[in-house]
């Protein structure tokens, strides 16, 4: 029997066959590996593979960056982790990033490095994504999910013009959506914030309002109203520019769909267009409409023969229970993604916004937290130093201060 220690670390892919005979991968580091049971020369795993960002999660540092970009900041996190590490930004990101400027303090204090670049991707609307690459996979992180170049379209959508809402019967040349919900929630309609520069004594606020209507006749237009601190803007361009990204926050999460499909090369940060979806008919509208993949929950079953299943359920358990014990999440449509993967091989569930909403990430999804940052509980201590870094008294300055004493 194979040790389950032998696997932490290593790189590990999933295979899954598709319809037209090729293969697609998933594959990460194991960062859990389990032996559910054994009997005879058969034996039973669970692995859990993540992608290499999971080894930033292992890593707690507190240090300070000075004049450099949220960019700038990533790249040199990321650096440290070679050589698992592989991403790139997306072709948008740059210039979505013109307006953000440099960062002349930035502080991580007791963060892992995970939540130390999480915190900063957030606070400036960034998302990432995982592709394949030929040593594995890389992360892709982008400004603007409703731009192609950082959400780029699933291999099937692209190959048959579409993904087509239709049954998933025995014999089916091509994958395809079987249900489409649609989740409207209410949404605030304004978003405000406000800062104060103390050099120039004066205070620096700026309110969006949303682009979309809220909701019904009756909706009440609500207000988000957010301060998070002094000198947190350099002007009022850039705080217009924060509070849109505290709108566009609520606005995708405004509009969500969920899916469930058989679609095995739907990956989350791909975009898809649905033909003859269930929402369509009678729309009137000029083209098919396109979504971005949130999260997917895939499910796979080995098309092993029957009397083979039967003796492996008898022997280690029944497939659906352990899936179930498997996934984090209980969702109302994973007894039908199951029941589906267990009759056809594969099935998952899709949560998605719209391909023309971009999407912005938050900190805590009730909270829409932007800017959390950790807190330094009790007095703290430091070491004052002078210009050369001196640490001691000389002459007459006894002590060494900034402009502001």
């Not at 899954?16 to 697609?24: E, I, R």
């Not at 960002?53 to 450099?68: A, F, H, I, Y």
């Amino acid at each position: 029997m194979l040790g389950p220690q032998l696997l932490l670390g290593r790189l590990a892919a999933l295979e899954t066959s598709l319809a037209d005979g090729t293969c697609t991968q998933f594959n990460g580091l194991v960062s859990e590996a389990a032996m559910l049971g054994s009997f005879g020369g058969l034996a039973r795993y669970r692995l859990r593979l993540q992608p290499w960002l999971w080894r930033l999660g292992q890593v707690r540092n507190s240090r300070v960056w000075q004049d450099k970009t949220v960019m700038e900041i990533v790249d040199i996190v990321f650096q440290e982790h070679a050589p698992h590490a592989e991403w790139r930004w997306s072709d948008e990101t740059a210039a979505f990033m013109a307006d953000a400027g440099t960062r002349s303090y930035c502080c991580q204090y007791r963060e892992s490095d995970l939540d130390f670049v999480t915190r900063l991707l957030t606070e400036e609307g960034l998302s990432w994504r995982i592709e394949e690459t030929d040593e594995g996979h890389g992360v892709v992180l982008f400004g603007d999910s409703s731009q192609a170049s950082a959400t780029p379209e699933d291999a099937s959508s692209s190959a048959g013009g579409g993904i087509r809402f239709h049954g998933a019967r025995a014999g089916e040349a091509h994958d395809s959506v079987q249900s489409l919900r649609a989740r409207r929630s209410l949404r605030v309609g304004l978003s405000t914030v406000l800062s104060y520069d103390y050099k120039a004594k004066k205070a620096v606020a700026a309110s969006v309002p949303t682009a979309g209507a809220v909701g019904g006749p009756n909706a009440p237009l609500l207000e988000s109203f957010d301060t998070p601190g002094q000198y947190f803007y350099a002007d009022g361009a850039q705080a217009c520019r924060y509070a849109l990204l505290q709108m566009q926050a609520n606005e995708a999460r405004r509009h969500l769909w969920q899916a469930r499909s058989t679609v095995r090369t739907l990956r989350a940060g791909t975009r898809f267009t649905l033909t003859q979806g269930p929402l369509q008919a009678g729309a009137g509208a000029d083209a098919d409409p396109a979504y971005v993949a949130l999260r997917v929950v895939s499910v796979g079953v080995n098309n092993l023969p029957k009397p083979a299943r039967e003796g492996l359920a008898e022997l280690f358990g029944p497939i659906p229970e352990l899936l179930e014990q498997t996934l984090p999440e209980h969702d109302p449509e994973l007894a039908a993604v199951i029941a589906q993967a267990s009759t056809s091989g594969y099935a998952n569930l899709v949560d998605a916004i719209a391909a023309d909403t971009p999407w912005r990430p938050v900190v805590g999804e009730n909270g829409l937290r932007h800017h959390p940052k950790p807190t330094a509980h009790g007095s703290q201590s430091a070491i004052v130093v002078g210009p050369g870094g001196g640490a001691s008294a000389s002459g007459a300055d006894e002590i060494h201060c900034d402009r502001l004493g």
